[in-house]
Protein backbone atom coordinates (compact mmCIF):
# COMPACT_ATOMS: atom_id res chain seq x y z
CA UNK A 1 0.00 0.00 0.00
CA UNK A 2 3.02 2.41 1.04
CA UNK A 3 4.09 1.70 -2.83
CA UNK A 4 0.76 2.54 -4.16
CA UNK A 5 0.54 5.95 -2.34
CA UNK A 6 4.44 7.09 -3.40
CA UNK A 7 3.23 6.01 -6.76
CA UNK A 8 0.31 8.10 -6.55
CA UNK A 9 1.91 10.91 -4.95
CA UNK A 10 4.53 10.86 -7.59
CA UNK A 11 2.15 10.59 -11.03
CA UNK A 12 -0.04 13.56 -9.02
CA UNK A 13 3.55 15.77 -8.81
CA UNK A 14 4.49 14.47 -12.21
CA UNK A 15 1.36 16.18 -14.09
CA UNK A 16 2.18 19.47 -16.04
CA UNK A 17 0.83 22.34 -14.55
CA UNK A 18 -2.44 24.41 -15.52
CA UNK A 19 -0.69 27.16 -17.99
CA UNK A 20 -1.27 30.41 -17.13
CA UNK A 21 -3.06 32.42 -20.26
CA UNK A 22 -0.83 35.03 -21.39
CA UNK A 23 -0.98 38.48 -20.33
CA UNK A 24 -3.22 40.91 -22.96
CA UNK A 25 -1.17 43.60 -24.34
CA UNK A 26 -0.92 46.62 -22.95
CA UNK A 27 -3.07 49.59 -24.05
CA UNK A 28 -3.33 53.47 -23.38
CA UNK A 29 -6.64 54.84 -23.94
CA UNK A 30 -6.16 58.76 -24.07
CA UNK A 31 -7.38 60.50 -20.49
CA UNK A 32 -7.53 64.05 -19.71
CA UNK A 33 -8.44 66.07 -17.04
CA UNK A 34 -9.84 69.31 -16.09
CA UNK A 35 -9.84 70.61 -12.87
CA UNK A 36 -9.86 73.72 -10.61
CA UNK A 37 -9.45 73.63 -6.54
CA UNK A 38 -11.84 71.33 -5.29
CA UNK A 39 -13.19 69.25 -8.89
CA UNK A 40 -11.76 66.86 -10.94
CA UNK A 41 -13.29 65.84 -13.95
CA UNK A 42 -11.47 63.01 -16.05
CA UNK A 43 -12.32 62.95 -19.67
CA UNK A 44 -11.90 59.66 -21.18
CA UNK A 45 -12.64 58.48 -24.73
CA UNK A 46 -14.30 55.07 -25.21
CA UNK A 47 -14.62 52.69 -27.61
CA UNK A 48 -17.97 51.35 -27.90
CA UNK A 49 -17.27 47.76 -29.16
CA UNK A 50 -13.95 45.93 -28.55
CA UNK A 51 -12.44 42.79 -29.44
CA UNK A 52 -11.24 42.02 -25.52
CA UNK A 53 -7.46 41.36 -26.81
CA UNK A 54 -5.88 44.55 -25.06
CA UNK A 55 -5.55 45.25 -21.32
CA UNK A 56 -6.72 49.37 -21.11
CA UNK A 57 -8.42 48.94 -17.67
CA UNK A 58 -5.54 49.96 -15.33
CA UNK A 59 -2.79 52.11 -14.86
CA UNK A 60 -3.88 55.94 -15.04
CA UNK A 61 -7.96 54.69 -16.39
CA UNK A 62 -7.89 52.48 -13.64
CA UNK A 63 -6.23 55.15 -10.73
CA UNK A 64 -8.53 58.21 -12.21
CA UNK A 65 -12.30 55.79 -12.33
CA UNK A 66 -11.56 54.36 -8.71
CA UNK A 67 -10.90 58.01 -7.59
CA UNK A 68 -13.87 59.53 -9.15
CA UNK A 69 -17.50 59.36 -6.98
CA UNK A 70 -19.72 59.12 -9.99
CA UNK A 71 -19.60 57.88 -14.13
CA UNK A 72 -21.26 60.11 -17.02
CA UNK A 73 -21.82 58.18 -19.92
CA UNK A 74 -23.07 59.87 -23.17
CA UNK A 75 -26.23 58.25 -22.17
CA UNK A 76 -28.07 55.13 -20.17
CA UNK A 77 -28.68 52.53 -22.56
CA UNK A 78 -32.04 50.96 -21.18
CA UNK A 79 -30.71 47.35 -19.83
CA UNK A 80 -33.31 44.44 -21.37
CA UNK A 81 -34.20 42.84 -18.00
CA UNK A 82 -34.78 46.30 -16.81
CA UNK A 83 -37.70 47.14 -19.62
CA UNK A 84 -41.19 46.50 -19.76
CA UNK A 85 -42.39 42.98 -21.33
CA UNK A 86 -43.40 44.56 -24.55
CA UNK A 87 -39.63 46.79 -25.31
CA UNK A 88 -38.03 43.76 -23.86
CA UNK A 89 -39.40 42.03 -27.38
CA UNK A 90 -37.77 44.31 -29.48
CA UNK A 91 -34.00 44.77 -30.15
CA UNK A 92 -32.46 47.86 -28.08
CA UNK A 93 -32.83 51.02 -30.69
CA UNK A 94 -35.97 49.70 -32.22
CA UNK A 95 -37.75 49.94 -28.67
CA UNK A 96 -39.68 53.10 -29.80
CA UNK A 97 -39.72 53.29 -33.64
CA UNK A 98 -38.93 56.94 -34.90
CA UNK A 99 -39.41 57.96 -38.45
CA UNK A 100 -36.73 58.22 -40.28
CA UNK A 101 -34.69 56.04 -38.10
CA UNK A 102 -34.12 53.39 -40.72
CA UNK A 103 -31.00 55.27 -42.00
CA UNK A 104 -29.21 54.82 -38.48
CA UNK A 105 -30.16 51.36 -37.53
CA UNK A 106 -29.09 50.49 -41.19
CA UNK A 107 -25.40 52.00 -40.64
CA UNK A 108 -25.39 50.73 -37.30
CA UNK A 109 -26.40 46.88 -38.22
CA UNK A 110 -23.49 47.18 -41.24
CA UNK A 111 -21.26 48.38 -39.00
CA UNK A 112 -22.38 45.88 -36.23
CA UNK A 113 -21.75 43.13 -38.43
CA UNK A 114 -18.20 44.60 -39.65
CA UNK A 115 -17.35 44.42 -35.99
CA UNK A 116 -18.34 41.42 -35.03
CA UNK A 117 -16.29 40.02 -38.17
CA UNK A 118 -13.13 41.12 -36.64
CA UNK A 119 -14.19 39.89 -33.28
CA UNK A 120 -15.20 42.43 -31.75
CA UNK A 121 -18.35 43.19 -29.27
CA UNK A 122 -20.13 45.82 -27.38
CA UNK A 123 -19.73 43.47 -24.12
CA UNK A 124 -16.27 44.29 -24.64
CA UNK A 125 -16.70 47.59 -25.04
CA UNK A 126 -15.37 50.33 -22.53
CA UNK A 127 -18.56 51.89 -22.02
CA UNK A 128 -20.25 48.42 -21.15
CA UNK A 129 -16.85 47.79 -18.87
CA UNK A 130 -16.90 50.73 -17.03
CA UNK A 131 -20.94 50.99 -15.98
CA UNK A 132 -20.47 47.51 -14.92
CA UNK A 133 -17.73 48.52 -12.96
CA UNK A 134 -19.00 51.32 -11.35
CA UNK A 135 -22.42 49.72 -10.68
CA UNK A 136 -20.19 46.69 -8.79
CA UNK A 137 -19.36 49.12 -6.92
CA UNK A 138 -22.06 51.18 -5.98
CA UNK A 139 -20.78 54.29 -7.56
CA UNK A 140 -23.22 56.37 -9.29
CA UNK A 141 -24.09 56.49 -12.69
CA UNK A 142 -25.32 58.62 -15.35
CA UNK A 143 -25.64 60.16 -18.45
CA UNK A 144 -25.13 63.12 -20.95
CA UNK A 145 -28.14 62.61 -22.89
CA UNK A 146 -31.34 60.68 -22.36
CA UNK A 147 -31.72 57.31 -24.39
CA UNK A 148 -35.05 58.94 -26.09
CA UNK A 149 -33.21 62.19 -27.05
CA UNK A 150 -30.40 59.99 -28.64
CA UNK A 151 -33.40 58.22 -30.42
CA UNK A 152 -34.73 61.63 -31.54
CA UNK A 153 -31.63 62.68 -33.03
CA UNK A 154 -30.98 59.39 -34.84
CA UNK A 155 -34.72 60.24 -36.76
CA UNK A 156 -33.05 63.04 -37.75
CA UNK A 157 -30.41 61.58 -40.24
CA UNK A 158 -30.91 61.16 -43.85
CA UNK A 159 -32.77 58.34 -45.18
CA UNK A 160 -31.53 55.03 -45.51
CA UNK A 161 -29.72 54.89 -49.52
CA UNK A 162 -31.29 52.04 -51.66
CA UNK A 163 -30.36 48.73 -51.46
CA UNK A 164 -26.71 47.93 -52.89
CA UNK A 165 -25.99 44.62 -55.38
CA UNK A 166 -23.98 41.79 -52.94
CA UNK A 167 -20.53 42.98 -54.62
CA UNK A 168 -21.09 46.05 -53.21
CA UNK A 169 -22.35 45.23 -49.73
CA UNK A 170 -19.15 42.93 -49.54
CA UNK A 171 -17.17 45.89 -50.46
CA UNK A 172 -18.56 47.99 -47.97
CA UNK A 173 -18.19 45.56 -45.02
CA UNK A 174 -14.53 45.20 -46.31
CA UNK A 175 -14.16 48.86 -46.14
CA UNK A 176 -15.57 49.28 -42.41
CA UNK A 177 -13.74 46.19 -40.99
CA UNK A 178 -10.51 47.62 -42.26
CA UNK A 179 -11.72 51.02 -40.35
CA UNK A 180 -12.66 49.89 -37.54
CA UNK A 181 -9.36 47.95 -37.11
CA UNK A 182 -7.41 51.08 -37.65
CA UNK A 183 -9.65 52.52 -35.29
CA UNK A 184 -9.44 50.25 -32.79
CA UNK A 185 -5.67 50.21 -32.95
CA UNK A 186 -5.53 54.01 -32.79
CA UNK A 187 -7.53 53.91 -29.36
CA UNK A 188 -5.25 51.24 -28.00
CA UNK A 189 -2.28 53.17 -28.37
CA UNK A 190 -4.27 56.66 -27.34
CA UNK A 191 -3.88 58.21 -30.71
CA UNK A 192 -6.54 60.89 -30.45
CA UNK A 193 -6.47 62.57 -33.72
CA UNK A 194 -6.71 58.97 -35.30
CA UNK A 195 -10.18 59.75 -35.39
CA UNK A 196 -10.01 62.97 -36.92
CA UNK A 197 -9.54 62.05 -40.73
CA UNK A 198 -13.12 59.99 -40.04
CA UNK A 199 -14.41 63.21 -38.65
CA UNK A 200 -12.86 64.84 -41.36
CA UNK A 201 -14.69 63.42 -44.40
CA UNK A 202 -18.12 62.97 -42.25
CA UNK A 203 -17.73 67.38 -42.30
CA UNK A 204 -17.19 66.87 -45.97
CA UNK A 205 -19.65 64.99 -46.82
CA UNK A 206 -22.64 65.12 -44.49
CA UNK A 207 -22.02 68.80 -43.03
CA UNK A 208 -25.71 68.37 -41.46
CA UNK A 209 -24.94 65.45 -39.87
CA UNK A 210 -21.63 66.30 -38.29
CA UNK A 211 -22.50 69.17 -36.80
CA UNK A 212 -25.56 67.18 -35.57
CA UNK A 213 -23.64 64.42 -33.90
CA UNK A 214 -20.66 65.90 -33.05
CA UNK A 215 -20.38 69.74 -33.23
CA UNK A 216 -23.29 70.54 -31.56
CA UNK A 217 -23.28 67.75 -29.15
CA UNK A 218 -19.69 68.11 -28.24
CA UNK A 219 -20.65 72.23 -27.48
CA UNK A 220 -23.51 70.96 -24.73
CA UNK A 221 -21.05 68.63 -23.09
CA UNK A 222 -18.57 71.29 -22.96
CA UNK A 223 -21.04 73.52 -21.27
CA UNK A 224 -22.36 70.55 -18.71
CA UNK A 225 -18.29 69.78 -17.85
CA UNK A 226 -17.81 73.97 -17.62
CA UNK A 227 -20.78 73.71 -14.95
CA UNK A 228 -20.16 70.82 -12.89
CA UNK A 229 -16.74 72.53 -12.40
CA UNK A 230 -18.60 74.90 -10.14
CA UNK A 231 -19.54 71.85 -7.54
CA UNK A 232 -16.97 69.88 -5.91
CA UNK A 233 -16.21 66.24 -6.22
CA UNK A 234 -14.41 63.71 -8.52
CA UNK A 235 -16.18 62.59 -11.63
CA UNK A 236 -15.06 60.39 -14.69
CA UNK A 237 -17.09 61.67 -17.73
CA UNK A 238 -16.69 58.79 -20.81
CA UNK A 239 -17.60 59.33 -24.10
CA UNK A 240 -17.02 57.97 -27.84
CA UNK A 241 -13.14 58.60 -28.59
CA UNK A 242 -14.37 60.65 -31.61
CA UNK A 243 -15.74 63.21 -29.38
CA UNK A 244 -12.28 63.95 -28.33
CA UNK A 245 -10.59 64.80 -31.59
CA UNK A 246 -10.40 67.49 -34.04
CA UNK A 247 -11.40 70.75 -34.39
CA UNK A 248 -14.27 70.61 -32.56
CA UNK A 249 -13.68 67.95 -29.72
CA UNK A 250 -15.48 68.30 -26.48
CA UNK A 251 -11.47 69.90 -25.39
CA UNK A 252 -11.40 72.33 -27.81
CA UNK A 253 -15.20 73.76 -26.80
CA UNK A 254 -14.29 73.88 -23.08
CA UNK A 255 -11.10 75.54 -24.27
CA UNK A 256 -13.41 78.61 -25.92
CA UNK A 257 -15.33 79.01 -22.72
CA UNK A 258 -12.22 79.18 -21.05
CA UNK A 259 -11.72 75.30 -19.13
CA UNK A 260 -8.30 74.11 -19.77
CA UNK A 261 -7.77 70.44 -20.24
CA UNK A 262 -3.99 68.45 -19.77
CA UNK A 263 -3.41 64.58 -21.14
CA UNK A 264 -2.18 62.90 -18.46
CA UNK A 265 -1.40 59.49 -20.14
Given at each position: ??HL?L?AA ?7 L??TPPA??D??P?LW ?23 W???E???A?D??Q???L??L??K??N?KPA ?11 V ?9 T ?5 A ?26 V???E?F ?12 A ?5 R?Q??A?M ?9 LQ?A ?5 A ?15 D ?6 AE????W ?5 K ?10 A ?6 A ?17 RI?
Amino acid sequence: MGHLLLAAAIAAVAQPLAETPPALPDANPALWIAADGDTKIYLFGTFHALDGKSAWFNDEVEAAFDGSQELVLETLVPKLPNMKPAAAARPVGAMAPVAGSASFLSSTKMVMSAGRSQGMSTNHGADTILRDAAEATGKRVDGLETFEFQLGMFSKLPPAPKSASRAQQTATMQALSGVLIKLQAAWNRGDAEGFTPMLNQMRANSPDMYQMMFAERNSRWAEWIAKRLEQPGTVFVAVGAGHLAGSDSVQAKLARLGVGTARIN
